[in-house]
């Protein structure tokens, strides 16, 4: 099967015109105008309960709110929310289009955000200098490396990316519609990767690991017990630098760990990228994990580590890899032989008293994940429904050989080796890498 992936890559060139924070200007009032006006004519609906069959079981989702808001979409609003936001615009007309359209997304992901429990009734404001430009402003010579900006009939802005470190990084890619911010230009590049699948490994993330499933390969183990050690060394530097009252050092220490992580998980990404070719990747579906733990009120709740960057770490793998998500709940609590849900989760074993299968729950996780992407899919196709793996086979007898893949000190047979900057206590190293090793299981 073909798949696409999108590729985006940022990069900003730096810029200084006084026209630009007086556009900013312009667009962020605008911005806030055509919000307010969204805002008031949002249709507060009454939502009823309803029923969803989940594992067998018909289960009543009664949502977190009985009201819900809709956004007015109608062409008659739009027209009129148009004509209100022209009276006061000396740009051209389009940057009123590219004002309603990001007014639409605040709009939609404060709604999102909103229905899941995640945001107040309160309407967004905007408190960041920036204006999202339109393709339709934009014209891009590609031969030249350059973008023209209109900002008005007749005047323009223009960048240029001939020169910047970048630009073999981006050869052949398309640009995408920029930001503009007070002292810089963030030009996205866009690109396309056909992907022809040959695998799919369910992964569950956990406390201090990934933990993968592919027939071909077995289980994989990926340890992120650096990415903690990151976290725990600037906590502490944090901490001293905080009851110092040093203000600079504090944000030094922010930003050198912010860094890090980021360092790491692009590490982490690209290498398991590198490691598993022709790969979806299907994770946890994380926005919906809060929904579940809200209405369960962290009864049965899977123990993840709050330290461990998760949203980011999925984040950079749906940049880099073909990704998918699936809903989290039960993962851990389902036989992945015969399908039972144990009420109860406790200890690193699950053990089903339906069909006495014994398996550590991360790796019974990762077989359902997988199973559940795939059976989705077979849903989608009016296909039937399938299991991880065939009845008569135990996985852990079948399943030889589980792959670890981490970042430790270097020097015992790396299959993969990345440099990296840092070590995990925090001093700048050399001889330190992503060490990717696959070993027997037993
Ligand atoms: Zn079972």
Redesign the pocket.
């Known amino acids: 099967m073909l798949k696409i992936l999108e590729l985006v890559r940022s990069y900003s060139v730096p810029i200084r015109d006084d026209r630009i924070s007086k556009l900013i200007t312009w667009y962020v009032e605008a911005l806030q105008n055509a919000i307010d006006i969204i805002w008031d004519n949002i249709e507060w609906r009454y939502c009823f309960p309803e029923l969803v069959r989940r594992g067998g079981k018909l289960i009543t989702n009664m949502g977190l709110k009985m009201r819900i808001p809709i956004i007015p979409r109608d062409r008659a609003f739009k027209k009129r929310l148009r004509e209100e936001l022209m009276k006061d615009n000396p740009y051209a007309a389009h940057w009123v289009d590219a004002v309603i359209r990001t007014a639409y997304s605040i709009m939609e992901n404060w709604r999102k955000k909103y229905l899941r429990g995640r945001a107040r009734k309160v309407k967004p404001r905007i408190r960041r200098r920036f204006a999202r430009c339109k393709i339709t402003l934009m014209k891009i010579d590609y031969q030249a490396k350059t973008i023209r900006i209109t900002l008005r009939q007749g005047e323009y802005l223009t960048i240029s990316w001939r020169s910047t470190w970048f630009k073999h990084r981006v050869r052949g890619w398309a640009v995408g519609e920029v930001i503009i911010k007070d002292d810089r230009i963030v030009i996205p590049f866009k690109s396309s990767e056909e992907i022809y699948v040959r695998r799919v490994i369910g992964w569950d993330s956990n406390e201090l690991s990934l933990d993968g499933y592919e027939p071909s390969i077995g289980f994989i183990h990926v340890d992120l017990k650096p990415l903690q050690s990151i976290k725990i060394v600037y906590e502490r530097k944090k901490a001293i630098a905080q009851s110092r009252g040093r203000r600079e050092l504090y944000e030094k220490y922010v930003r050198r760990e912010r860094n890090r992580e980021k360092d790491f998980i692009n590490k982490l990404s690209a290498g398991l990228r590198m490691l598993f070719p022709n790969t979806v990747h299907v994770l946890e579906d994380l926005d919906k994990e809060d929904l579940v733990s809200r209405k369960k009120r962290g009864k049965n709740r899977r123990k993840r580590n709050a330290r461990t960057p998760w949203k980011r770490i999925h984040k950079r793998m749906s940049e880099v890899a073909l990704t998918a998500y699936v809903d989290p709940s039960n993962t851990s609590r389902e ?1 992945p ?4 849900v144990v009420e109860t989760q406790e200890g690193h074993v699950f053990e ?1 008293p ?4 014994k398996m550590n729950r991360h790796k019974v996780a990762s077989i359902n994940i997988r199973r559940r992407y795939l059976e989705e899919k077979r849903r989608r196709k009016r296909k039937t429904r399938m299991r991880g793996f065939p009845h008569s086979n135990e996985p852990e007898i079948s399943m030889k050989v589980e792959l670890w893949v981490g970042v430790t000190p270097s020097g015992r047979s790396p299959v993969i080796w990345i440099p990296m900057k840092w070590d995990p206590e925090g001093d700048e190293a050399k001889g330190r890498g992503l060490d990717i090793k696959q070993y027997q299981a037993q």
């Not at 032989?337 to 039972?340: L, N, V």
Request: with cysteine; proline share 0%.
């Open positions: 036989c032989r015969c399908g039972y089903c339906r069909c006495g299968l």
